[in-house]
């Protein structure tokens, strides 16, 4: 890759957060870290208190990207053609036509997505996974950069259906927004009173050809073997911990390693420390580990044991070459 490149992804990427960060205030943090699922390409899952700029993360990411939109509010009664979509008989025709679903977006937003029944779900499941869509046995491709960010309450369950774990680990991370401080807040009322409406007006300043194009030059982001051995130690780590039922899938390991390069990247670095790979470990591992039932109800277990996890694997040593 020549050498102008590897500030292209962290340049772009520093514009593209930057300009959602007008819309949203003090999560810079959070920010990042999605826009390294954006540049690896995988699903995010946000969960999170009701009111904390989900859906308007969301919407500002896509904004700043140029790329297509979609709210889905998932409720108890929603159905898999609400989803996905289905053929309907159009009267001028006198034919049976295609009407798309929601689903056929670049960027589409799973509100709730615990509250649908399991089959409603499930409509996600091929779409997650395999990026494409099958309505009445015809297979159709959904959009290129396509991307699912999903939320869920995490301390209302009545009346909501549990994620499967085949679902969960679907999602390349898991992360939570958090509550503002107070000095966040009082900027957010700030911002709020000076622009006169409720919805911020964000500016593209990339568009789906740009991110397509930082995708590939992800894969040219360096790793160390000592590296990727310390990724399957620690994803191997996890599935021996004596607090863990079952552990972490090869689809964790695999989203480790996306993760790293896309932070080493962001960082405009074109190889990979274990800082990178440190970093990622909670989000990308939390929501694949099943605890034993006697600690199903302890908060941050799995955060605690990931902890642990990290102390416990030797970091191998790599020479920063920007030293």
């Known amino acids: 890759m020549p050498p102008k490149d590897e500030m292209k992804v962290a340049a772009l990427s520093e514009r593209i957060v930057q300009e ?136 209302e369950y009545e009346g909501t259906f549990p994620l499967p774990e085949a679902q969960l680990d679907r999602f390349m991370m898991k992360l939570s927004v958090g509550y503002p401080t107070p000095a966040e807040e009082r900027e957010i009322v700030r911002r709020r009173r000076e622009r006169k409406q409720d919805n911020p007006q964000l500016q593209a300043v990339a568009g789906i050809d740009d991110l397509t194009e930082m995708q590939r030059q992800i894969e040219d982001v360096f790793v160390d073997e000592d590296i990727e051995q310390y990724i399957v130690d620690l994803t191997a780590k996890t599935r021996a911990h004596r607090q863990v039922a079952v552990g972490a899938s090869p689809r964790g390991t695999l989203a480790l390693l996306k993760l790293s390069r896309a932070w080493a990247a962001l960082q405009g670095r074109m190889f990979v420390l274990p800082d990178d790979v440190k970093l990622f470990v909670k989000p990308a591992l939390t929501h694949r580990l099943i605890l034993q039932p006697d600690l199903w109800s302890v908060p941050q277990a799995a955060d605690r044991i990931l902890t642990e996890i990290v102390q416990s694997v030797p970091v191998p040593v790599i020479q920063d070459e920007t030293a």
């Not at 003090?26 to 995988?42: E, I, N, P």
């Open 20 to 155: 959602v960060a007008t819309a949203i205030v003090g999560k810079t943090d959070v920010l990042y870290k999605m826009m390294a699922a954006f540049l690896s390409g995988g699903h995010i899952l946000l969960e999170d208190y009701p009111g904390l700029a989900k859906t308007l993360i969301a919407n500002s990411f896509a904004s700043s990207l140029s790329m297509s939109f979609r709210r889905i509010q998932f409720t108890p009664d929603l159905l898999p053609g609400d989803i996905t979509g289905g053929y309907i008989f159009d009267k001028g025709q006198g034919q049976f036509v295609l009407r798309k679903g929601p689903v056929f977006a670049h960027i589409v937003l799973a509100d709730e997505i615990n509250r649908a029944s399991p089959r409603t779900q499930s409509a996600l499941l091929e779409a997650m996974q395999e990026r494409q869509v099958t309505v009445e046995g015809e297979t159709m491709k959904l959009p290129d950069s396509f991307i699912v960010i999903a939320t869920q309450n995490p301390i």
